[in-house]
């Protein structure tokens, strides 16, 4: 299939909306951000499978903001609804009782807590059946719909509502982030990408380049939470330029697995200016600046981005 | 009536016949004992082309039940089956699929449930489903599986009901054992029961359709929640015309409930699914030395069919429940269900409640004994005890003997 | 019985002035109850809690649908029909609203668009709030302690101990609960005493019952076939600032159209930007992201 868009300037993102405005999620939600600027991208011939989370009451009765198709399944099988919908889809058009026309995108749309947490096994067989099928996860960090609650992608040392910052863990969330790329690269899927909604073209080209894979299509939306994350609705697009600008969150891709970073900072900003800006890391700094803390998620950068600088480097 | 050619068919294989029969075209899977026969069965057909459609391996049950509903959202007739944990593992799943009205079948083949795990059927597992908004029928012999899983889309299919069917066998009993099973023709089949056409439930480009959508708001909820319950009670009428169309087609009839030899008892067990085999027998030792004892099976689980239950136990002195189940701190389930059904009853029989067959334990002829006893004693007294559990001085002794073994003296 | 209703948009705090009127209440003695709202709204969007205080046990539960003090934080949330802050006000009820217009000219533009047997109180707790602690939505401590005084039942120290209470329970750091405590205690002095009068006891009208009916598949299910129907609800007055852009500075570089995650943001033949006010729910993200600075905020202040 070849590529229509190239996505080199702003002003090719489609001013077509396909998700239409009045639904109840924050003001502000990075998440909402990043599947509408996808959703210009993938066209209205989609349907969606939900897990439960944020997302649940983008539909709600008796409105529905999509031009497209949806079905809220469960909070851990959604890849399994997809499963179902995609399958019955082939069989309806392989015997004629629906024309091509007709046929669907299948997307899964799920949190983080749904993705990383209670519906892995579930994505993981849809994986490994090669199922045809987009997978959406905005990723917020916590469990936003319950109150911000903890999951397995909430970062180290962010505080929630199950992960306080109190006397005997100074920290708050005292486990690192789930690797979930690594994770759902292992199962060599044709096509994985992490997006943030601040670089919309680097999303679009993302996007645009999957269209061309048959097989799971997984993509990791970086989603700067204002009520969860603790700072104001407008900061949403700095907190995500930032994310990426300190090397917290790595845009990439892999195609059947093989990893290729996007958008290589040239110099990683320090990350104290992204944890600063946001209220769940403001126990690492008052009263006291937890050091040993910051150097923790300082060194995990470093540690990460090394043998891509040093690629880099080596280039030069 | 069409041509029927008889096999030896277990209870899984008459189910995998039942769905093949019924042009199932998609059929999610995964295993579990004692159901497996009937998708591996299922899978042969699919792979060498005997079913046309798609077979898939799932990650588990909560995935396969949603895998099967959606893919009945999308318009396809689906059928899958499991047991047990499986059933339980798949919970959410059950009220989920029948909120969104999908008419696919599911078959459970009943087996105990864990803790302590274990291979034999009782019927704690597909009672527990009772509320979730699946109409339940339960089997006696394989024959009555394979007709009920055609009779079920039928149903289930009908625009007066639009509501997943579970169809019930016993593991082991029926799972395992072959008898002879009368195979309906693929066109009597066919002309039984159309292809799947849905109005309400699909998804495509042109009429996008938002489904299972979330409400906020007790009485939207109720609205919804109140279709599912009229839906279910219209299954009633709507499984009698099919069950007479099915009597018309293939000569085998079936009733929500059966009545054996209950007409002038004085005296009625009350049981399901494949021990009710054993109550017929023990209801023909009895009649043999002129006690007037019968026995009502129940079949249609869901929607509850109060009337036929208070009719066939209409002037009856006594009646004993037997309960393949246990909810634990209260007694038998199906107990409470026959009670609700006979309160109003102007002359309502003394109404006994005993628990036997747990985990595919025997229920011996000496059992059946007791509780005839039992009902004559209520009977003479007035007196009805609480729930028995029925258990034999033999197995008393085993058990004992068990214990010992397995270093429990210190108890 | 008093039975209190606080109106606000998800982060004003309203849960926590339901609890502060509520530990208030209760450390003077009273039987009471509190509880919020949930709703499917979010940070921004109408929420609701109540606090109910009687010196015998309360036999009541759930929403209060007969106020007799209502206070409603800010008073966008007067036009909104999601919020409805008139429901059930009677004679002896009081409606405060948090607003700088005066208590006459609220009273003559409400009798105008929804008259209401209720008195009407103005009082500026935003003004009050943003002088003392600095963030105009944490409403919390001043409308409680407003609540507090016009409840009538409650003094100045019970008040100061449930602000504390509820405050501390929040989680906020020291400094921030004393200024809090200070405006609460300003707000309980500048709002004046009305008298209540607790509605008569007056069970809501019986509605006729009606019988369930089997309905057509397609409406027996929940689900919706008007694709993007949700532009029927409105999320307008969610926004507390209102962004506002000024054309002579724009220069048409599609930022605020692609960063809006509502998609309240179309661009017309020319590329100019306009902004849906029915669905805007003031983020403020074209705010912070015009790179020209033509996207100014302004505040909102008059529902009407």
Same mark, same amino acid.
């Given at each position: 299939?070849?590529?229509?868009?190239?996505?080199?300037?702003?002003?090719?993102?489609?001013?077509?909306?396909?998700i239409?405005?009045?639904?109840?999620?924050?003001?502000?939600?990075?998440?909402?951000?990043?599947?509408?600027?996808?959703?210009?991208?993938?066209?209205?011939?989609?349907?969606?499978?939900?897990?439960?989370?944020?997302?649940?009451?983008?539909?709600?009765?008796?409105?529905?903001?999509f031009?497209?198709?949806?079905?809220?399944?469960?909070?851990?099988?959604?890849?399994?609804?997809?499963?179902?919908?995609?399958?019955?889809?082939?069989?309806?058009?392989? +015997?004629?009782?629906?024309?091509?026309?007709?046929?669907?995108?299948?997307?899964?749309?799920?949190?983080?807590?749904?993705?990383?947490?209670?519906?892995?096994?579930?994505?993981?067989?849809?994986?490994?059946?090669?199922?045809?099928?987009?997978?959406f996860?905005?990723?917020?960090?916590?469990?936003?719909?319950t109150?911000?609650?903890?999951?397995s992608?909430t970062?180290?040392?962010?505080?929630?509502?199950?992960?306080?910052?109190?006397?005997?863990?100074?920290?708050?969330?005292?486990?690192?982030?789930?690797?979930l790329?690594?994770?759902?690269?292992?199962?060599?899927?044709?096509?994985l990408?992490?997006?943030?909604? =601040?670089?919309?073209?680097?999303l679009? =080209?993302?996007?645009e380049?999957?269209?061309?894979?048959?097989?799971p299509?997984l993509?990791?939306?970086?989603?700067?939470?204002?009520?969860?994350?603790h700072?104001?609705?407008?900061q949403?697009?700095?907190?995500? +330029?930032?994310?990426?600008?300190?090397?917290?969150?790595?845009l990439?891709?892999?195609?059947?697995?093989?990893?290729?970073?996007?958008?290589?900072?040239?110099?990683?900003?320090?990350?104290?200016?992204?944890?600063?800006?946001?209220?769940?890391?403001?126990?690492?700094?008052?009263?006291? =600046?937890?050091?040993?803390?910051l150097?923790?998620?300082?060194?995990?950068?470093?540690?990460?981005?090394?043998?891509?600088?040093?690629?880099?480097?080596?280039?030069k | 009536?069409?041509?029927?050619?008889?096999e030896?068919?277990?209870?899984?294989?008459?189910?995998?016949?039942?769905?093949?029969?019924?042009?199932?075209?998609?059929?999610?899977?995964?295993?579990?004992?004692?159901?497996?026969?009937?998708?591996?069965?299922?899978?042969?057909?699919f792979?060498?082309?005997?079913?046309?459609?798609?077979?898939?391996?799932?990650?588990?049950?909560?995935?396969?039940?949603t895998?099967?509903?959606?893919?009945?959202?999308?318009?396809?007739?689906?059928?899958?089956?499991?047991?047990s944990?499986?059933?339980?593992?798949?919970?959410e799943?059950?009220?989920?699929?029948?909120?969104?009205?999908?008419?696919?079948?599911?078959v459970?083949?009943?087996?105990?449930?864990a803790s302590?795990?274990?291979?034999?059927?009782?019927?704690?597992?597909?009672?527990?489903?009772?509320?979730?908004?699946?109409?339940?029928?339960?089997?006696?012999?394989c024959?009555?599986?394979?007709?009920?899983?055609?009779?079920?889309?039928?149903?289930?299919?009908?625009?007066?009901?639009?509501?997943p069917?579970?169809?019930?066998?016993?593991?082991?009993?029926?799972?395992?054992?072959?008898?002879?099973?009368?195979?309906?023709?693929?066109e009597?089949?066919?002309?039984?029961?159309?292809?799947?056409?849905?109005?309400?439930?699909?998804?495509?480009?042109?009429?996008?359709?938002?489904?299972?959508?979330?409400?906020?708001?007790?009485?939207?909820?109720?609205?919804?929640?109140?279709?599912?319950?009229?839906?279910?009670?219209?299954?009633?009428?709507?499984?009698?015309?099919?069950?007479?169309?099915?009597?018309?087609?293939?000569?085998?009839?079936y009733?929500?409930?059966e009545?054996?030899?209950?007409?002038?008892?004085?005296?009625?067990?009350v049981m399901?699914?494949?021990f009710?085999?054993?109550?017929?027998?023990?209801?023909?030792l009895?009649?043999?030395?002129?006690?007037r004892?019968?026995?009502?099976?129940?079949?249609?689980?869901?929607?509850f069919?109060?009337?036929?239950?208070?009719?066939a136990?209409?002037?009856k002195?006594?009646?004993?429940?037997?309960?393949?189940?246990?909810?634990?701190?209260q007694?038998?389930?199906?107990?409470?269900?026959?009670?609700?059904?006979?309160?109003?009853?102007?002359?309502?029989?003394?109404?006994?409640?005993?628990?036997?067959?747990?985990?595919?334990?025997?229920?011996?002829?000496?059992?059946?004994?007791?509780?005839?006893?039992?009902?004559?004693?209520?009977?003479?007294?007035?007196?009805?005890?609480?729930?028995?559990?029925l258990?034999t001085?033999?197995?008393?002794?085993?058990?004992?003997?068990?214990?010992?073994?397995?270093?429990?003296?210190?108890? | 019985?008093?039975r209190v209703?606080?109106?606000?948009?998800?982060?004003h705090?309203?849960?926590t002035?339901s609890?502060?009127?509520?530990?208030?209440?209760?450390?003077?003695?009273?039987?009471?109850?509190?509880?919020?709202l949930?709703?499917?709204?979010?940070r921004?969007?109408?929420?609701?809690?109540?606090?109910?205080?009687?010196?015998?046990?309360?036999?009541?539960?759930?929403?209060?649908t007969?106020?007799?003090l209502?206070?409603?934080a800010?008073?966008t949330?007067?036009?909104?029909?999601l919020?409805?802050?008139?429901?059930?006000?009677?004679?002896?009820?009081l409606?405060?609203?948090?607003?700088?217009?005066?208590?006459?000219?609220?009273?003559?533009?409400?009798?105008?668009?929804?008259?209401?047997?209720?008195?009407i109180?103005?009082?500026?707790?935003?003004?009050?709030t943003?002088?003392?602690?600095?963030k105009?939505q944490?409403?919390?401590?001043?409308?409680?302690?407003?609540?507090?005084?016009?409840?009538?039942v409650?003094?100045m120290?019970?008040?100061?101990?449930a602000t504390r209470?509820?405050?501390?329970?929040?989680?906020?750091p020291?400094?921030?609960?004393?200024?809090?405590?200070?405006?609460?205690?300003?707000?309980?002095?500048?709002?004046?005493r009305?008298?209540?009068?607790?509605?008569?006891?007056?069970?809501?009208?019986?509605q006729?019952?009606?019988?369930p009916?089997?309905?057509?598949?397609?409406?027996?299910?929940?689900?919706?076939?008007?694709?993007g129907?949700i532009?029927?609800?409105?999320?307008?007055?969610?926004r507390?600032?209102?962004?506002?852009?000024?054309?002579?500075?724009?220069?048409q570089c599609?930022?605020?159209?692609?960063?809006?995650p509502?998609?309240?943001?179309?661009?017309?033949?020319?590329?100019?930007?306009?902004i849906?006010?029915?669905?805007?729910?003031?983020c403020?993200?074209?705010?912070?992201?015009?790179?020209?600075?033509?996207?100014v905020?302004?505040?909102?202040?008059?529902?009407?």
């Amino acid at each position: 299939m070849a590529i229509e868009h190239a996505y080199k300037k702003l002003k090719e993102i489609s001013l077509e909306e396909f998700i239409l405005p009045g639904t109840s999620t924050c003001g502000g939600c990075g998440g909402l951000e990043a599947l509408r600027l996808a959703h210009k991208v993938l066209g209205k011939n989609v349907v969606f499978v939900n897990a439960a989370g944020c997302f649940t009451l983008l539909a709600l009765f008796p409105f529905s903001p999509f031009k497209g198709s949806w079905l809220y399944t469960t909070m851990a099988s959604a890849p399994a609804g997809a499963q179902g919908i995609r399958d019955a889809l082939d069989l309806l058009i392989a +015997r004629g009782a629906l024309s091509i026309e007709e046929d669907l995108q299948v997307i899964v749309l799920a949190g983080d807590g749904a993705s990383y947490d209670i519906g892995l096994a579930s994505t993981s067989g849809a994986i490994y059946r090669n199922l045809d099928f987009w997978y959406f996860c905005y990723d917020n960090e916590a469990y936003g719909n319950t109150g911000v609650q903890m999951s397995s992608a909430t970062p180290y040392a962010a505080r929630t509502t199950t992960t306080p910052a109190a006397v005997l863990t100074p920290e708050g969330t005292e486990l690192p982030k789930k690797d979930l790329f690594e994770i759902w690269r292992a199962h060599c899927p044709p096509y994985l990408a992490t997006v943030s909604p =601040r670089h919309p073209l680097d999303l679009a =080209r993302k996007f645009e380049k999957a269209k061309a894979f048959k097989g799971p299509k997984l993509f990791i939306a970086y989603s700067p939470c204002p009520t969860g994350w603790h700072y104001d609705p407008g900061q949403t697009p700095e907190i995500a +330029r930032l994310a990426v600008e300190t090397g917290l969150w790595a845009l990439k891709e892999a195609v059947h697995g093989e990893v290729a970073h996007t958008y290589i900072p040239k110099k990683l900003k320090s990350v104290e200016e992204y944890l600063q800006a946001q209220g769940r890391f403001a126990h690492l700094f008052h009263p006291v =600046r937890q050091e040993a803390a910051l150097r923790k998620i300082r060194e995990a950068i470093t540690q990460y981005w090394a043998p891509y600088l040093r690629t880099m480097q080596n280039a030069k | 009536m069409g041509p029927q050619r008889e096999e030896m068919l277990t209870g899984n294989m008459a189910a995998a016949w039942g769905a093949r029969l019924a042009r199932a075209e998609y059929v999610p899977a995964y295993p579990i004992t004692p159901q497996t026969e009937i998708v591996e069965t299922l899978a042969q057909w699919f792979a060498d082309g005997t079913m046309q459609g798609k077979f898939v391996t799932m990650d588990s049950e909560h995935s396969m039940l949603t895998a099967a509903g959606a893919a009945a959202a999308t318009g396809v007739r689906v059928f899958t089956a499991t047991s047990s944990q499986g059933l339980l593992y798949a919970f959410e799943v059950l009220y989920t699929v029948a909120g969104w009205r999908v008419p696919l079948v599911l078959v459970n083949v009943s087996r105990a449930l864990a803790s302590p795990i274990t291979l034999e059927p009782d019927h704690n597992d597909v009672l527990a489903a009772r509320d979730a908004g699946f109409l339940q029928i339960h089997c006696e012999t394989c024959q009555e599986v394979l007709d009920s899983i055609l009779m079920a889309y039928k149903i289930a299919e009908d625009p007066r009901v639009l509501l997943p069917v579970i169809v019930n066998l016993d593991g082991y009993y029926l799972s395992f054992t072959r008898e002879p099973v009368a195979i309906p023709s693929a066109e009597e089949a066919a002309a039984f029961l159309p292809p799947y056409e849905p109005h309400h439930a699909f998804f495509k480009a042109s009429r996008p359709l938002a489904q299972g959508i979330a409400v906020l708001g007790g009485f939207i909820y109720s609205y919804f929640r109140y279709q599912e319950q009229l839906a279910a009670r219209n299954a009633l009428a709507v499984h009698d015309e099919v069950a007479a169309e099915f009597a018309r087609r293939f000569g085998r009839s079936y009733g929500p409930v059966e009545a054996y030899r209950l007409e002038d008892a004085e005296y009625a067990l009350v049981m399901s699914n494949a021990f009710a085999t054993k109550g017929k027998a023990a209801v023909d030792l009895f009649r043999q030395r002129g006690e007037r004892v019968g026995l009502l099976r129940l079949r249609l689980l869901r929607p509850f069919p109060h009337e036929a239950v208070q009719a066939a136990l209409r002037g009856k002195r006594a009646v004993a429940v037997l309960d393949q189940n246990l909810s634990v701190g209260q007694g038998g389930i199906t107990y409470q269900e026959v009670a609700a059904a006979l309160y109003h009853e102007p002359s309502r029989p003394l109404l006994l409640s005993c628990i036997g067959g747990l985990g595919g334990k025997e229920i011996s002829a000496g059992e059946f004994e007791e509780v005839l006893e039992l009902m004559k004693e209520a009977a003479a007294t007035g007196q009805v005890p609480g729930p028995q559990l029925l258990y034999t001085e033999g197995e008393q002794t085993q058990m004992a003997h068990l214990l010992d073994i397995a270093g429990k003296e210190w108890g | 019985m008093i039975r209190v209703r606080f109106h606000g948009r998800g982060g004003h705090g309203m849960k926590t002035a339901s609890r502060i009127l509520g530990t208030a209440a209760f450390l003077e003695g009273f039987r009471v109850q509190d509880s919020p709202l949930y709703g499917a709204e979010r940070r921004g969007a109408p929420i609701t809690a109540f606090t109910r205080i009687n010196d015998h046990p309360i036999l009541e539960r759930g929403i209060i649908t007969i106020p007799d003090l209502v206070l409603v934080a800010d008073e966008t949330l007067l036009e909104d029909p999601l919020a409805n802050p008139f429901l059930g006000l009677h004679a002896g009820s009081l409606l405060f609203i948090n607003s700088p217009t005066s208590t006459q000219a609220m009273a003559e533009a409400v009798a105008a668009r929804h008259p209401t047997p209720a008195r009407i109180l103005t009082g500026d707790l935003t003004a009050l709030t943003l002088e003392k602690i600095g963030k105009a939505q944490a409403l919390s401590a001043t409308v409680g302690a407003a609540a507090c005084k016009l409840a009538g039942v409650i003094g100045m120290g019970a008040l100061e101990k449930a602000t504390r209470k509820e405050l501390e329970e929040l989680g906020l750091p020291s400094p921030l609960i004393d200024r809090n405590l200070e405006a609460a205690l300003l707000a309980f002095e500048q709002t004046p005493r009305v008298p209540l009068a607790s509605a008569p006891p007056q069970p809501a009208p019986l509605q006729g019952l009606v019988v369930p009916v089997y309905q057509p598949p397609a409406r027996g299910t929940p689900s919706v076939a008007a694709p993007g129907n949700i532009i029927l609800r409105k999320t307008g007055g969610w926004r507390i600032f209102r962004p506002v852009i000024e054309y002579d500075k724009c220069n048409q570089c599609w930022i605020c159209f692609v960063r809006c995650p509502e998609g309240a943001i179309s661009l017309d033949e020319k590329e100019d930007p306009h902004i849906d006010y029915d669905h805007c729910k003031g983020c403020l993200i074209c705010v912070e992201e015009c790179p020209t600075k033509a996207v100014v905020k302004e505040r909102e202040v008059h529902a009407w």
